[in-house]
């Protein structure tokens, strides 16, 4: 039902801000700024895998999955019958990518769970001999890990596990502690329900993404997606590209989109979804704004379609792009020297984006925009 009413509710908002309504898919491939059409110009066609784009398949293609010798894969089937079970991904480092950092950082932490298990299921951009999982594990409820980086980022996909309490047990609620050198935050499992941050950490321009979701079994598909979130020097229109995974961290396949303000002021984003050899899998449209406080970063929010036009799920998530390409020196303009303006010629510097989508099996087959 909460799948649902997310799905209806974000029909109606994206309905109000001036979308048409003709079910129209498109015939034709996208020119990147089309911010007027039914989809933005993208089509539910298929496409060459990676969208034909040999670089987008090298630098977003899919990381290691992990057999955790904590959870085989018999513990593993048994998990839907949990009461609860989170999926949280975190990402630390230079999020943006800035080829000019080269200082190490240590990022050598540890999640802990006050009952019930953490399970291993990806490790992100761990490079061999530098980046590993501390093993043996000593508890379910703990998983360490060794990283280092520069001019990316590292990070992690685990499974959080919250077993019922009996109704007589002493037990206080559980929590969950995140400790790295620089940063230790306790969440509590309500946080774990729908989590997206991104964290400053340190003058380097490091930060730490997080994003948590609380796995339905009403869904017939969700999981993580990330990618680079570019704004153009007039901070009003910009492109994205990247990839998505489902909830165990099993690459999906990849994504392309662009956003804008229209001249009303509407600010819309348009997109689309394909599995790893290229089969359609959804087009993307939504609303996209910034942060009250922060004009670098902001969030977005929307529909995931069918090649029919019907609104079958939903995206959600965070972005930032620190970029000022039209300025040639590495000051952000707030004074202290850390804009990302010497990454502006490179596709994979400038930006960045992490969210969630989902496929809703209990919604409505309402009509997109209608």
Not at 77 to 84: A, G, M, V
Not at 107 to 128: A, K, M, N
Not at 225 to 232: A, K, S
Not at 253 to 260: D, E
């Amino acid at each position: 039902m909460k799948a649902k009413l997310a799905l209806l509710s974000l029909v109606a908002i994206i309905g109000l801000a001036g979308f048409g309504c003709s079910g129209d898919s498109g015939n034709s491939a996208t020119t990147g700024d089309d911010l007027y059409s039914e989809y933005g110009g993208y089509s539910a066609a298929d496409e060459a895998p990676a969208f034909g784009d040999a670089e987008l398949a090298a630098m977003m293609g899919a990381d290691p999955l992990v057999e955790d010798p904590a959870f085989p894969a018999v513990a593993l089937d048994s998990l839907d019958s949990l009461r609860d079970v989170y999926a949280l991904v975190l990402r630390w480092g230079q999020l943006e990518g800035d080829s000019t950092v080269t200082t190490l950082t240590d990022w050598d932490g540890s999640l802990e769970i006050e009952y019930g298990g953490i399970v291993l299921r990806q490790v992100i951009r761990f490079e061999p001999g530098q980046d590993y999982i501390v093993r043996p594990r000593t508890s379910r409820r703990l998983l360490e890990w060794v990283s280092q980086t520069s001019v990316h980022f590292d990070g992690l996909l685990v499974l959080v596990v919250d077993p019922p309490i009996d109704d007589d047990s002493v037990a206080g609620p559980n929590q969950l502690v995140l400790t790295l050198p620089q940063y230790t935050r306790t969440f509590s499992m309500a946080e774990l329900e729908n989590l997206a941050e991104i964290v400053p950490i340190d003058n380097l321009g490091n930060e730490l993404a997080i994003n948590a979701r609380r796995l339905e079994l009403t869904t017939c598909g969700e999981g993580p997606m990330d990618g680079i979130w570019r704004l153009n020097p007039s901070r009003r229109n910009g492109e994205f590209f990247g990839r998505w995974m489902n909830e165990d961290g099993a690459f999906g396949g990849h994504l392309k989109g662009h956003f804008g303000i229209r001249g009303d002021g509407s600010k819309v984003f348009f997109g689309k979804a394909i599995g790893v050899h290229g089969h359609f899998e959804g087009l993307l449209r939504g609303a996209w704004g910034f942060n009250d406080t922060d004009s670098t970063g902001g969030w977005y929010e929307g529909v995931w379609m069918s090649h029919v036009g019907l609104a079958t799920g939903t995206v959600s998530g965070t972005w930032q792009s620190k970029t000022d390409d039209d300025d040639d020196d590495d000051d952000d303009g707030n004074g202290n020297g850390h804009g990302r303006g010497h990454d502006r010629n490179s596709r994979w510097g400038g930006g960045f984006f992490s969210g969630w989508w989902e496929r809703a099996c209990d919604a409505d087959s309402t009509e997109d925009g209608a």
